[in-house]
């Protein structure tokens, strides 16, 4: 069984940096995509980013606006959200998730597989 572990959340200044890591055991990293959700209180689970598994290629939420960057390490096992120019609107808990397959990313029901993901606070 795959699990996913989130580190790297905290809290941060408006017009900050954080790095997200999201560390994965039980299952070969190589054969998942990887993804990156966001949800804040009273609001929908929200795409951030993702990694297909069969060419490295990066998407991204629309609201990412150049100011976040997904990249994975198969070597660690390890997915990175790097995340800059950081706004109070960016406050949420993080998620990873990784799905076996490579449709629909953006969709959190792709997924088989979650971390309990991490907080993010960006003060004004």
């Known amino acids: 069984q795959v699990q996913l572990v989130e580190s790297g959340g905290g809290l941060v200044q408006a017009g900050g940096s954080l790095r997200l890591s999201c560390a994965a055991s039980?299952?070969?990293?190589?054969?998942?995509?990887m993804g990156w959700f966001r949800q804040a209180p009273g609001k929908e689970r929200e795409f951030v980013a993702a990694i297909y598994k069969n060419d490295g290629r990066t998407i991204y939420g629309e609201f990412m606006k150049g100011r976040f960057t997904m990249s994975g390490d198969g070597a660690k096992n390890t997915a990175y959200l790097q995340m800059s120019s950081l706004r109070p609107e960016d406050t949420a808990v993080y998620y990873c998730?990784?799905?076996?397959?490579?449709?629909?990313?953006?969709?959190?029901?792709?997924?088989?597989?979650w971390g309990r993901g991490t907080q993010v606070t960006v003060s004004s």
């Open positions: 998730a990784g799905s076996r397959g490579s449709e629909l990313l953006r969709r959190p029901h792709n997924y088989e597989y």
């Open positions: 039980g299952g070969t990293f190589s054969s998942l995509s």
